[in-house]
């Protein structure tokens, strides 16, 4: 991967771009650009200026406009602007105009955000996913034979496949595809078998979903009372992470958090990643962490479950977990049901999200009671590997242990 000695260098200065079109007047314009401000800083930004437009349609050719393209060269030469953002996916043709009218880097949020995955991927199948999704959108971009793209260099939107590759023909980016993709494959086949394993193990196995920046990290922590990497930032989880979890005694099941979902997460992602969301399709119930102090939340709420519903996951049960309970307004009312309101932070409402998760999980089960002769103890044990033993009795008139529990279908 190219490195570029950034230790020294200041943040890039950004400004941001929007164009609402009459097809995107459902979305929350204001809401979107406090996210791209926080995807900048989550890649290492600064913004400073922001350019919001309301067209019939966007430019063929700059986007904007040209009367609104030179506004934003104004803006650039007044607050020593070295990057420009756009809301809006560039075709190659607008990106190169865009650049050289205005005489800074031009990446839109696409790249932005593939840029942040190739700042965070840490797994070597995190790597290579990334990688792949990177050559998926810049492939169409590349453009002659072996031409260097005139956006490389340091800073945000250069991470991830180095100068060396980018420079080299499609036909050879084209094979390191296939090699990734292979690669990936080899992967995707190991975490088959494991997720095989997990389920004739008779595991309960519970998902982690939410979008970016939900708290999901913070709730597993806490849960399995091991450390993860957690930090206020969108995407700070980008590897599929299973940790074990204990439940009334019962220690079989697992719990996996995955990356946050994000309004128009890219499709490139969303392909390249489908391995590691695969991770999460087989477990029994799904728990859904919104942030409920988020002003925004309704409108993340139904971009996860559109998410889950281009994922083919709407069918899997779920709980909703609304986090940030110290934090959420004195009118706050659920809109998704079942649900827990909790602070992450609270081991009180850690404990009941527990006894909810063992509530839950156990609808789905199968209750059981079975006598065991005295003599035959063992067999406790081994009921104990295939099911969710919750007692134990001994009875002393049948010279039987009286065995109650719960069975996965």
Not at 353 to 366: C, D, G, H, V, Y
């Amino acid at each position: 991967m190219h490195q570029t000695n950034q230790t020294h260098k200041a943040m890039d200065r950004v400004l941001i771009v929007a164009v609402q079109t009459p097809e995107m007047a459902d979305k929350n314009m204001s809401v979107l650009l406090n996210e791209m401000k926080d995807l900048v800083k989550a890649a290492g930004g600064e913004v400073l200026a922001s350019v919001q437009q309301n067209l019939p349609h966007v430019d063929g050719r700059t986007l904007v406009g040209s009367g609104k393209l030179e506004e934003i060269q104004a803006q650039i030469e007044v607050e020593d602007i070295d990057l420009v953002v756009t809301y809006n996916q560039l075709s190659p043709r607008v990106n190169q105009n865009l650049s050289q009218n205005l005489g800074v880097n031009v990446i839109d949020r696409i790249q932005l955000i593939l840029d942040i995955f190739a700042l965070r991927a840490r797994s070597r199948e995190g790597k290579l996913q990334v990688e792949l999704a990177q050559y998926n959108y810049l492939l169409p971009r590349i453009i002659g034979q072996g031409q260097a793209m005139s956006r490389l260099g340091a800073g945000i939107g250069t991470r991830g496949p180095g100068e060396t590759k980018l420079e080299t023909d499609r036909r050879h980016i084209r094979q390191r595809m296939l090699t990734i993709k292979r690669e990936l494959a080899k992967v995707e086949s190991k975490r088959q078998q494991t997720r095989q394993r997990r389920r004739q193990g008779k595991e309960f196995n519970l998902g982690l979903v939410g979008y970016t920046n939900a708290g999901k990290s913070t709730l597993l922590s806490q849960l399995t009372e091991t450390e993860t990497f957690i930090k206020d930032q969108v995407f700070a989880t980008l590897d599929p992470l299973t940790r074990k979890l204990s439940l009334h005694g019962n220690d079989r099941f697992t719990i996996t958090d995955t990356v946050g979902f994000i309004e128009d997460l890219p499709q490139e992602l969303v392909q390249s990643f489908k391995s590691t969301l695969e991770e999460i399709r087989d477990v029994d119930l799904l728990l859904h962490v919104v942030d409920g102090s988020d002003p925004a939340r309704v409108y993340h709420e139904q971009t996860v479950v559109d998410l889950l519903r281009e994922l083919d996951m709407l069918d899997i049960p779920t709980l909703t977990v609304y986090n940030k309970k110290d934090q959420m307004p004195s009118d706050f009312q659920a809109t998704l049901f079942p649900n827990v309101i909790l602070s992450a932070l609270d081991l009180s409402d850690i404990k009941a999200l527990k006894e909810e998760i063992w509530r839950q999980s156990m609808k789905l089960a199968q209750a059981f009671e079975t006598y065991i002769d005295a003599d035959q103890a063992q067999q406790i044990y081994a009921l104990k590997q295939e099911a969710f033993v919750e007692s134990v009795d001994f009875d002393s008139d049948r010279n039987q242990y009286k065995v109650k529990g719960y069975r996965m279908p």
